[in-house]
């Protein structure tokens, strides 16, 4: 996390709040980048991640704060790209979804690597896998659970558009995400770790 990485956090979210569609769908939003922004500065010194981590966390970040300017059904991004595809809703959050999984997947993995937890087996990607679809799981229970509190802005938090598979489908894209990020960023994932803590993975 270097200066340029908290120049393009604290850009984007000066933008994400400035006039948003509504502050608390805003809120809900864009609340866990505000939370991760904390945890990372908080453990900057006594566990620096690596490069590749921080700048997923903060690819993560900017869609979510995209997402709460807008509300993830308003974004023109997928606006657009439902227009090209001749589609019937905005999939921006679906993106939001792949990405909840693609992101965490790396998180999980170098904290566990790098704590020797598991080793670099069949068993270490089951496991963070398994993780990040339990977490999508727990974060669509929370948005139910909030939805219900908050009835203000449900329908733009929840963003399920009248599809009626929107959990299922959310949880799949998660689920897809961190397989995805497991098969493609391994390999170099591993050397950035080995650069960091001089140590081997394997």
């Known amino acids: 996390m270097n200066a340029a990485w908290l120049i393009i956090f604290c850009v984007v979210l000066a933008w994400s709040a400035w006039q948003p569609h509504d502050y608390p769908t805003w809120w809900l939003e864009v609340s866990p980048a505000v939370l991760a922004l904390g945890v990372l500065a908080a453990t900057r010194q006594r566990f620096?991640?690596?490069?590749?981590?921080?700048?997923?966390?903060?690819a993560h970040a900017v869609i979510l704060m995209i997402g709460g300017h807008y509300t993830y059904a308003e974004v023109p991004l997928g606006d657009w790209v439902r227009e090209w595809t001749d589609g019937t809703r905005n999939n921006y959050d679906k993106l939001g979804h792949l990405v909840?999984?693609?992101v965490p997947a790396i998180v999980i993995r170098e904290i566990l690597v790098r704590n020797r937890v598991l080793a670099r087996t069949g068993w270490l990607s089951l496991f963070v896998v398994?993780?990040?679809l339990s977490i999508s799981a727990l974060y669509e229970l929370l948005e139910w659970w909030v939805a219900l509190l908050s009835e203000e802005a449900a329908d733009a938090f929840l963003?399920?558009?009248?599809?009626v598979w929107d959990t299922q489908s959310d949880m799949f894209l998660a689920l897809l995400g961190a397989v995805l990020?497991?098969?493609?960023?391994?390999?170099?994932?591993?050397?950035?770790?080995e650069s960091l803590t001089g140590a081997p993975t394997g």
């Open 48 to 58: 620096p991640l690596t490069p590749l981590a921080y700048w997923l966390i903060l």
């Open 130 to 132: 398994s993780l990040c």
């Open 100 to 102: 909840q999984g693609f």
């Open 181 to 193: 990020a497991l098969a493609t960023l391994s390999r170099l994932h591993d050397r950035q770790i």
């Open 159 to 163: 963003g399920t558009q009248g599809y």
